[in-house]
């Protein structure tokens, strides 16, 4: 059996960088002269990036989480490419925010957790962006907000949907009606990001020894995990916990499960198979 191997091997990419480090698959968008904006070209490089992560995770495990960044030191992603958009007819316009849709869809289905480093601008569908990601870092420098409305649009990534679900409806109104630039600590006190760190170099260790930590752990577990808590999150409690119940049962049928009971009672570190 071949060993399976990182979604870009040969892969290039006009806007996105995509390397392996240690566990991580490290994607850096790189278009720094427009603030890494979404043009369509880099959209649809990161869809290129998504299905290669997913094929290559369906045979193993090459990597155990993505980390999702920004280059070029002032921007995580500063929205969508207002340039392009300014020629969109209304058509055109919800097919492309039907595109970033199924982009923030397939990073939630990804088996393994994403960790958005963000360093500088997340505004509009770059705050959204993030907001798909299962953990948000933020250096010191990062600037969150939803400026939609300043030019006459409104969240069109996914914020009025997962905004809500992180910051709770209020904060969530309040970000989108003002458009309102929010600093890392504000963000960290509304739950929008998980931990601030003083700079880029701080912020990219601490993601990486965040994807360390949870390669230490059964992979079958965290993506069933990861699933459970998205299928989870929108339902009244008693559905919520009927998925749960089923997602313990299907962690019993893993050979994960039994490696990590049995090392458990003969105090020993686990080594997990992956299925
Ligand atoms: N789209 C296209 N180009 C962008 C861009 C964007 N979202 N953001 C920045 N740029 C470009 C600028 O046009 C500029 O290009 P030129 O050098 O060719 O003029 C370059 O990036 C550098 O930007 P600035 O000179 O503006 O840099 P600054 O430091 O003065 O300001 C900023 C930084 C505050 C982030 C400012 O660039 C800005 O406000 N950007 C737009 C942010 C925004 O409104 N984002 C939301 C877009 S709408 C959206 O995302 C809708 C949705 O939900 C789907």
């Not at 720094?32 to 992560?53: F, I, M, S, W």
């Not at 990534?157 to 905004?163: P, Q």
Request: net charge negative; glycine share 10%.
């Amino acid at each position: 059996m071949s060993t399976p191997s990182a979604p870009d091997a040969e892969q290039a990419y006009r806007h996105l960088r995509v390397e392996q480090e240690g566990s991580a698959l490290v994607v850096t968008i790189d278009r720094p002269k427009a603030l890494n904006a979404l043009a369509g070209e880099l959209v649809d490089e990161l869809q290129d990036v998504l299905a290669r992560a997913g094929a290559a995770l369906a045979d193993g495990w090459p990597f155990r989480a993505v980390i999702l960044t920004g280059a070029g030191g002032k921007a995580f992603v500063a929205g969508a490419d207002i340039r392009e958009m300014s020629a969109m007819s209304p058509d055109e316009a919800q097919e492309y925010s039907r595109r970033m849709h199924r982009l923030t869809l397939d990073l939630e289905r990804l088996p393994v957790p994403v960790v958005a480093a963000v360093d500088g601008y997340a505004l509009g569908g770059g705050c959204e962006l993030a907001l798909a990601c299962d953990v948000v870092f933020a250096s010191e420098a990062a600037r969150f907000g939803q400026p939609e409305v300043s030019l006459g649009l409104v969240p069109g990534f996914g914020g009025s949907v997962r905004l809500q679900q992180r910051v709770g409806p209020g904060m969530a109104r309040e970000l989108i009606f003002t458009g309102r630039r929010i600093d890392a600590a504000e963000a960290l006190r509304i739950g929008l990001v998980n931990r601030v760190l003083a700079d880029r170099e701080s912020l990219l260790e601490a993601a990486r020894e965040t994807v360390e930590l949870i390669a230490r752990q059964a992979p079958t577990a965290v993506a069933n995990a990861k699933l459970t808590l998205g299928a989870v999150a929108a339902l009244p409690t008693e559905d919520g916990l009927a998925v749960e119940a089923a997602s313990f049962r299907d962690a019993f049928t893993t050979d994960d499960s039994r490696a990590g009971r049995a090392a458990f009672l003969a105090k020993e570190t686990p080594s997990f198979p992956g299925r």
